[in-house]
């Protein structure tokens, strides 16, 4: 098995729960090709993504249809993100000193904030995805493209913000990857979605939309954390999808009019 393959396959046994059920080596070589292949492991979601919904989306009520997709959306990624999302919550939540913020998301309770956080964050990514099924104007061709394009910028979005941003601590699954992430493997890792935008310029007020996100957000990463790590990634992931989501319902909605 070659070292590209081996990268790719890490980077989906990282990233999902699709069963990949062989040991994968944790070297240098394989793991730059892991970290490159995050944008293309967002495609692979959205495919995924894409063939549920082309079965689900004439079938079920598109309520149904909403809720039906982002419990599969959830399921392809073993609630992984979530946790990251969930752990970042309880240590914005609770005011506490940089330090303590820091050991809450070690914490494997569950808090209030992130009960609440998880709740708004999924009711919110169904609403807006029950909100781009409702538009009478839209294409499914126009739906496949944002399932594979929202999965795709938002794994790129957390690698962009691991390369740029300090790790909070020299240790840690965060400190393994960003240690074999360099500037051409962030370049090289963009290279599927700028092709995507070149043969589907329709996607190019989203990429425009992740570029804004990015920043914003590695400012407020250094400003309220000092660093980065797994569940700050995590939790970049999934705001990412739901950024994009309710960038592509607005613009659908209000600019394509």
Excluded at 46 to 72: D, E, H, K, R, V
Excluded at 207 to 233: E, R, S, W
């Amino acid at each position: 098995m070659t070292t590209i393959i081996q990268g790719f396959l890490l980077a989906l046994q990282f990233l999902t729960r699709i069963p990949i059920p062989i040991s994968l080596p944790w070297k240098k070589e394989t793991i730059k090709v892991a970290l490159i292949s995050f944008g293309l492991v967002g495609f692979v979601i959205g495919g995924i993504l894409t063939g549920f919904l082309y079965f689900a989306y004439p079938l079920l009520p598109y309520w149904m249809s909403a809720f039906a997709i982002i419990s599969f959306w959830v399921f392809l990624t073993g609630g992984l993100h979530l946790d990251g999302l969930m752990d970042v919550a309880d240590a914005l939540g609770s005011n506490a000193s940089l330090e303590k913020q820091r050991e809450i998301m070690k914490d494997p309770h569950v808090g209030s904030f992130s009960v609440l956080t998880v709740v708004f964050h999924l009711g919110w990514k169904t609403a807006f995805v029950y909100g781009l099924f409702t538009i009478d104007t839209i294409e499914f061709y126009q739906l496949s493209l944002i399932f594979l394009f929202v999965p795709a910028c938002s794994r790129l979005l957390a690698l962009y913000l691991l390369y740029f941003v300090p790790v909070m601590k020299q240790e840690g699954l965060a400190y393994e990857w960003k240690k074999h992430l360099s500037y051409k493997d962030a370049i090289i890792a963009v290279l599927p979605i700028a092709f995507i935008v070149f043969f589907a310029p329709i996607m190019a007020y989203l990429f425009v939309a992740y570029c804004f996100i990015f920043f914003i957000l590695q400012l407020l990463i250094k400003k309220t954390f000092h660093g980065i790590n797994g569940d700050v990634v995590g939790a970049s992931i999934e705001g990412g999808e739901l950024w994009g989501l309710a960038l592509a319902w607005m613009y659908i909605s209000f600019v394509m009019v």
